[in-house]
Structure formats: C-alpha cells, structure tokens
C-alpha cells in the first residue's frame, strides 16, 4: 500500500485559505468515508483534525472544513492563523482492511 | 484523564526482537480498536497494525506483514507489539493510537532504535 500522495508545502499569509489535497486510489479514498486529518506541530504527538472526512471532533476550529471527490480528499483551512503552520497528514482506510497515511504537507504561514 | 504510556523501546541490533507495551489507564481499552503507528527521524506517521476491541481481528501494514505482531490483554489494559528481524528503517517513535476516527487519542510514543 503506497502512501497518499500530499503536496509538499503550501504557503499563504496569515488571514488567507489554504487547501491540502491528498490522492489516494479507489481501494481506499474512492471506497470508503474514512479520511482523517491530522496536525502536527514540531516535536508533538499528531492531533486528529477532521475523521469521516468531513466531521470535526468537539474543540476543533471551524476553519478546519473537509471534502472529498473521487479518489481525492481535500483540507481546507481559512483565516490562517501563525498557530496554524505545521506539518498537516492525511489518513484513510484501505480495502485492504489497512490504513494508510499521507506524505504530508509542510503549510507555512508567511 | 485518559492516557496511553507506551514502554519497552530502546537501543537494539538488526536481526534482534522487541516488544513494545502500551499500558492505557481512564478508559476500558476493551471498547476501541487500537493502532501501532511508527514515526522514523524526520518522516511522516507510518501506520503498522491494528487489533479490534477482542483481538480476533488484527492487520498488518503490508511494508511489516511477518516481522511484526500485535496483541492486546484487556483485563491489564494493555496492547503489545512485537517486532522480529528488526532492520535500521524500523527505527522510530513508536505510538499506539486510540482509534483513528472520532475517539482518537494518542499516546506518548516509545522510541526503538536499531543500530549496532
């Protein structure tokens, strides 16, 4: 299982949105709801963002939104804050029974 | 409070064994799937295993199918993961992870480095 392809960086200043993309395949974006998002700050443990694609767990922002189309799931974060700069990963459930995580986006606050 | 102590990580030499432990306390590990995922030195998670509420249903990462096996006693709270053949890519933090959907939590990961 080859990980979900993620850009490697986007950047945009602070006030502004941003979308990370994560690509997967039809055996695991494409098949199921189970994308999750997940954030993560230097030398911290990842922090759950966004599950089922779309759903925020209680205490997330509601600048985190996400989608999905096809075999692509999508973050998107809006009025970026310097908070928000971090290293953000994707994971999804595969047919395989497995899961699989992104390459991760590096997102720069300018 | 909830929380997942992972232990037993450490210095080891390829070709060698490890088991790590992970000992939850604040919630009933009995009720939740539970993940392994790695992180080496400056990468991304790696997601490894997963073992459901029982331990009758457990999957493998296919990159580690073989060398690794999870398992879980839910009467000590506690999951395991052993890790045979150990080679220097499966150097990393290694966590385990409450669910990976709504009921996530993460525990303080253990660090196994393989090295001789």
């Known amino acids: 299982q080859s990980a979900l392809t993620q850009p490697a960086s986007v950047s945009a200043s602070p006030g502004q949105s941003i979308t990370i993309s994560c690509t997967g395949t039809?055996?695991?974006?494409?098949?199921?709801?189970?994308v999750s998002w997940f954030q993560q700050h230097p030398g911290k443990d990842p922090k759950l963002l966004i599950f089922?694609?779309?759903i925020r767990p209680s205490g997330i922002s509601d600048r985190f939104s996400g989608s999905k189309s096809g075999n692509t799931a999508s973050l998107t974060i809006t009025g970026l804050l310097a908070d928000d700069e971090a290293d953000y990963y994707c994971?999804?459930?595969?047919?395989?029974?497995?899961?699989?995580f992104g390459t991760g986006t590096k997102v720069t606050v300018l | 409070e909830v929380q997942l102590m992972a232990s037993g990580g450490g210095l080891v030499q390829p070709g060698g064994s490890l088991t790590v432990s992970c000992a939850a306390s604040?919630?009933?590990?009995?009720?939740?799937?539970m993940h392994w995922v790695r992180q080496a030195p400056g990468k991304g998670p790696e997601w490894v295993s997963r073992?459901?509420?029982?331990?009758?249903?457990?999957n493998y990462a296919e990159s580690v199918k073989g060398r690794l096996t999870t398992s879980r006693d839910n009467a000590k709270n506690t999951v395991f993961l052993q890790i045979n053949s150990l080679r220097a890519d499966d150097t990393g933090v290694y966590y385990c992870?409450?669910?990976?959907?709504?009921?996530?939590?993460w525990g303080q990961g253990t660090l196994v480095t393989v090295s001789s």
């Open positions: 992870v409450r669910d990976l959907r709504e009921f996530n939590y």
């Open positions: 604040g919630f009933s590990l009995s009720s939740y799937w």
């Open positions: 073992i459901n509420q029982d331990g009758s249903m457990i």
């Open positions: 039809s055996s695991d974006i494409g098949a199921y709801k189970y």
């Open positions: 089922d694609v779309n």
């Open positions: 994971n999804a459930f595969t047919s395989s029974f497995t899961h699989v």
